[in-house]
């Protein structure tokens, strides 16, 4: 009979190696981490630069608070945020961040380096990262206000997930749907996405609307189909409100999903406005969605999975009606006016 194994404890670096790779799974995951601290410092304008879909360089500059200089010895460390100070304050905390943990992550599988300016310091300060760790003192150096934030080499030291993420076209298809996200619901704030020396593929002007977004994101024929949904429930403290298209239009099927500003998934959200499009659309035929959902945060468990992505809340049927009530009433009164214009 084989021996027993011996139980011994992992070091730190491997353990915070292993909890980073289960938060940052590809490219989009960080940068979405990037993006949601680049709108937490108030950023007006937000441009994203990458090379090879962001896993050789993937670079986010913006026009945010910065960050202090007396802060850049433990912002990579996990567990250090400017966001939350007692467990209390997640009952209704109003920013993206609040673990301190996305920095940390990101600096244990690539190479970091913030550049940042805060309005009262003179120049802008450039420090790198390794394993949460300064690596040496913040150089002063030229730089705007705000904040610049590049990861060099992603996963250079988790092989196996470097293996498995071989496609860079991928990897910036899907960069490209987390800027193009958060440009929609975001819009008065500007975003830019561009491969490095090369024309931008998304632009979006600062203070610009949702349809207009659309419209440059995904083009006219999703643009001017839009409708606007609205609706809003005291009883749940619920309210939706959203762009969807109308029964013209089939597309081959997006959904944009934000509940309390954060971009979630939700496949029972996903099946029930499926099934109100299944009887207007002909067959294998889909709908544009977005949709932002703001409910009573005491209503919902952010708190549940590092990533975030996956959202619990209570009164998820209830709230699924609603969200199909809207909809529904939508396409039945345009519904109507195709069918009275045919007649006319
Ligand atoms: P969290 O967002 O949960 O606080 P992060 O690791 O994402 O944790 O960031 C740590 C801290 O670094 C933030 O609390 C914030 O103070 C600062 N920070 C990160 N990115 C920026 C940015 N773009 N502009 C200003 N401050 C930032
Ligand atoms: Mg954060």
Sequence with gaps: MSEPGIIKRLCEEVVNRI???EIIQRPANALKELIENSLDAKSTNIIVTVKAGGLKYLQIQDNGTGIRKDNLDIVCERFTTSKLQQYEDLRDISTYGFRGEALASISHIAHLTILTKTAAEKCAFKASYENGKLK??????????????????????VIARKKALRSPSEEYSHIMEVV???????????????KFGEAADVKTPVKSSVI???RIIYGNAIARELMEITLEEEKLKLKISGYVTNVNYSHKGTMLLFINHRLVDSLSIRKAVDSIYSTYLPKNAHSFVYLSIELD???IDVNVHPTKHEVHFLYEEQIIDKI????EAKLL????????????
């Design 19 to 21: 909890a980073a790779g």
């Design 180 to 194: 193009g996200s958060y440009a929609i619901h975001n819009h008065n704030v500007g975003f830019t996405l561009k």
């Design 212 to 214: 207009e977004n659309v």
């Design 333 to 344: 009164s345009c519904n109507s006016t195709r069918v009275m214009y045919t007649q006319a």
């Design 297 to 299: 945060p005491r209503n």
């Design 136 to 157: 040496g003192a913040p150089k002063p150096c030229a730089g705007n206000n705000g904040t610049q934030i590049t990861v060099e080499d992603l996963f250079y030291n």
């Design 324 to 327: 199909k009530e809207c909809i």
